[in-house]
T-cell receptor, first 113, second 114 residues
Framework: NAGVTQTPKFQVLKTGQSMTLQCAQD?????MSWYRQDPGMGLRLIHY???????DQGEVPNGYNVSRSTTEDFPLRLLSAAPSQTSVYFC????????????FGPGTRLLVL | AQSVTQPDIHITVSEGASLELRCNYSYGATPYLFWYVQSPGQGLQLLLK??????LVQGIKGFEAEFKRSQSSFNLRKPSVHWSDAAEYFC????????????FGSGTRLQVQP
């Protein structure tokens, strides 16, 4: 198993540009989530999904969209990037809704100029 | 709402010395508790977790943590630190049921001196 994979590893955007951060898992996990990591703030939840076709907001959802058309993929879209979205983004997955072990991808480092 | 506090932003220890990283949580019932480690430029790796039962849990790389309900704490310990343990450590809390994801502390950065 490849586990949780994320692409790209690093991206530079200009303010107002859009992009999609890709996340995929091959463990048949129902639950997937996106976090952003900022210095001194730990990881904050952006959006999560409990299964294909079901998504919900986390604590910092503004400026981000998600969809879950398949069990494997959970892309994160930035519609109009802002400098405040400069961060490291982590995708994670776990088997179900109870708190089994959560597996993290390697992260995407995003810089918005 | 659940929350996690890691009061130490940065800790420096000498190689071979013992280590304790503090974690306090706020949650209405018995939570699920986790410690993750993040090496520079890497993702998060699970060190250990507490779901129920024995309050002293063993993890990978020689780490252990003790759940103390009365103190709402879940401190991470290691008897002898190795240079390779230098990393950032995150405590996290989650509900036993429901849709919510984990809530993370702000992290403690560990530096190991030779």
């Amino acid at each position: 198993n490849a586990g949780v994979t994320q692409t790209p590893k690093f991206q530079v955007l200009k303010t107002g540009q859009s992009m999609t951060l890709q996340c995929a898992q091959d463990m048949n996990h129902e639950y997937m989530s996106w976090y952003r990591q900022d210095p001194g703030m730990g990881l904050r939840l952006i959006h999560y999904s409990v299964g294909a076709g079901i998504t919900d907001q986390g604590e910092v959802p503004n400026g981000y969209n998600v969809s879950r058309s398949t069990t494997e993929d959970f892309p994160l879209r930035l519609l109009s990037a802002a400098p405040s979205q400069t961060s490291v983004y982590f995708c994670a997955s776990r088997l179900g809704q109870t708190q089994e072990t959560q597996y993290f991808g390697p992260g995407t480092r995003l810089l918005v100029l | 709402a659940q929350s996690v506090t890691q009061p130490d932003i940065h800790i420096t220890v000498s190689e071979g010395a013992s280590l304790e990283l503090r974690c306090n949580y706020s949650y209405g019932a018995t939570p699920y508790l986790f410690w993750y480690v993040q090496s520079p430029g890497q993702g998060l790796q699970l060190l250990l977790k507490y779901f129920s039962g024995d309050t002293l849990v063993q993890g990978i790389k020689g780490f252990e943590a003790e759940f103390k309900r009365s103190q709402s704490s879940f401190n991470l310990r290691k008897p002898s630190v190795h240079w390779s343990d230098a990393a950032e450590y995150f405590c996290a809390v989650g509900a036993k049921t429901g849709r919510r994801a984990l809530t993370f502390g702000s992290g403690t950065r560990l530096q190991v001196q030779p």
